[in-house]
């Protein structure tokens, strides 16, 4: 059983049309955030994203803000609606009445000890959930998160990767809460470039999916060719690697991991106990190097190419 929070967001996107293919996982729904853009976006774009895909899964109405503060959105990167401001026409599906928090909490008790929860987006329906339900972490068997950036190079500020960024509070609750997470970080991400030449190469494919994800990437594909040139990044869809498929983690380190919510510069930075000097149990296993071939493969699988 597998349940997905997330905030589309292109990158979220590439990463929900890996799962839609995943014959090894139950799909129970999609939990949503305001993050990359704000919540009626998100939202929007998680229903169209299944209906072009012909995926029927419950839709989650989440939190609409991080849990303290407010946050600035990457609207700059996806687009003002997250998906590249292509026009498209709103999807005929609907958002069920359950809150995400509520949903999350119901789906960990209904699958006790065996539900695999992936964070694509901000940590905030899930530390509310935490908050309603102190004994939720023990009831999930894998939390994946995409976040942090585990040496100080962010993507946000300074110091600090979007989603960590965005509610720091909420990744705080989080990372105090679980005795085991798998965290995909930032840095991690640079490591497993797509070349651009690539990408381009697998959305021509005369396919209903790959056509749409086309139109919705194109812009942050243009924005991220300016900034970092040969290759562009899915940090989603590499979490969603992990996620689905852990065998393909070829190297990786377990540390305790501190989230910072103070600091002019390091507000959202995720501080890794490298020595373990804190004496705090390892909470944390990074992700360091996956395979990188079978990253490509899943991509392209869920562009519709048969592989």
Avoid at 67 to 86: N, T
Avoid at 95 to 105: F, G, K, N, S
Avoid at 121 to 146: F, Q, Y
């Amino acid at each position: 059983p597998l349940l997905i929070d997330t905030d589309p967001g292109v990158d979220d996107a590439l990463a929900l049309l890996m799962a839609f293919q995943s014959d090894q996982h139950q799909l129970l729904g999609l939990c949503i955030a305001a993050g990359n853009v704000g919540l009626q976006h998100t939202c929007a774009n998680a229903l169209k994203l299944c209906e072009v895909a012909g995926i029927n899964v419950p839709v989650y109405q989440g939190c609409a803000q991080p849990l303290v503060f407010a946050a600035e959105d990457a609207a700059y990167v996806h687009g003002l609606d997250g998906f590249g401001d292509i026009g498209y026409k709103p999807a005929q599906g609907y958002l069920e009445t359950e809150h995400a928090a509520l949903a999350i909490i119901r789906e960990a008790n209904q699958h006790a000890g065996k539900l695999l929860l992936v964070m694509l987006g901000p940590l905030t329906n899930l530390a509310l959930a935490v908050r309603i339900d102190p004994t939720l972490p023990s009831k999930i068997a894998r939390l994946v998160v995409m976040g942090g950036a585990v040496t100080g190079k962010g993507n946000t500020n300074i110091s600090a990767e979007f989603n960590i960024g965005f509610d720091p509070e909420s990744a705080v609750i989080v990372f105090e809460s679980f005795p085991e997470i798998e965290l995909l970080d930032w840095e991690a991400v640079l490591r497993h470039g797509l070349k651009h030449k690539d990408i381009e190469r697998w959305l021509a494919l005369e396919h209903p999916v790959a056509a749409f994800y086309q139109k919705i990437s194109l812009k942050t594909r243009q924005w991220s060719e300016g900034r970092r040139g040969e290759y562009w990044h899915s940090a989603d869809a590499l979490a969603m690697l992990v996620a689905l498929c852990p065998e393909y983690v070829i190297d990786k380190y377990k540390h305790y991991v501190y989230v910072e919510t103070q600091g002019k510069h390091s507000r959202g930075a995720t501080v890794v106990d490298w020595a373990d000097r804190m004496g705090k149990p390892a909470q944390t296993e990074i992700m360091h190097q996956v395979k990188q071939d079978q990253f490509e493969r899943l991509i392209q699988n869920a562009l519709g190419w048969s592989i």
